[in-house]
């Protein structure tokens, strides 16, 4: 990884380190930090020719060889001072909160706005919406492309920016031309490589963010944060990791509750951590305990199935989705231990 004296290389400077870089059989791949560009090398970055080489051009600060699975995202990465803002909120200043629907019914779309209006009026900074839902059963409802439209006027109706799950490149592209600020990959795409590379590429020079889940099988820590590393070696390092959960379940919860890991995360990168805790423990009346938890365990935000009427709602709502009341009093709670935390 290449460090430079200034915030970025000119154009110049870029041609002449990809030369250099060339000669051995390396190419370079700019990542935009809010600060600072920094340069990951592709290709073996430990030749002592190549880093003497680098390190001897005078715009040139240093060049990191960091022996990691995933040396972007390692927590040792200069890109540990990048700063990740979404909802108006820098990562790891002040506690993130996202909120909405596990579904967004198409032929309901009052259920989504109210939501969404309620709850903005209770401090969410980011509003949620399934338009396309991964869905256990093919009977299920699948989700609607007219969903995207509702979620969208929700974002102008609240001002509000907004997260939706994308499965695939054609969801993709339609979920960035409308403008949805956050891509969700979900869990059981969450080690989906082709996917999570075209999401790397689509989101490069943007300022686009990615909620990426925890798959529910993946077990070794450094396979999830591996995953996230395809995203940002394309360029854009807006990745937040989301435990939600693990298979096998836990008697009684949805899932195994997983926001133990945070720590572990915290230690071994920078990226910042969302927990969602709807589809961790999967019924309204543990989630307020399973994000009080999060936030003790060092989370820096929440992703939260809410809906003011979750016997309305589609997907998951009905079982797992607490009101906007409910979310404000369990935000208060997470600002109580936010703040405990110091
Ligand atoms: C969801 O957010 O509604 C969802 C399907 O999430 P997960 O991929 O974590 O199951
Ligand atoms: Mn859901």
Redesign the pocket.
Known sequence: MIIPKGPKLTDEQLEELTRILGDFGCRIQVIEGAVQNIYAILGDERHELLINRIEGLDYIDRVDTIQSPHKLLDARSELKNHKTIFGGIELGKNLLTIAGP??IDPKNPNLFYETAEALKEVGVHAL?G?VW???TNPYSYQGDDKALEILMEGASRTGLPVNT?VMDEGQLKLALEAGVNML???????LNYSLLRQVGQSIAGKDTVVLL??G?HIGPINEFISAAEYIVNFGNPNVML?P??TLPTLEGYRSHPDESITPLLKEKTWAPVVV?P??SVGKAMYVEACSMAAIAYGSDGL?I?ANIDPSKGL??DPKQAITPKAFGALRNKCEAIWALRG
């Open positions: 596990c579904t949620r399934g839902k991964p869905r799950e969700q990959i979900g869990t059981r795409n969450a889940k925890r529910r989301c939600r959960g969602d709807s589809h992703c199935e997907g998951d």
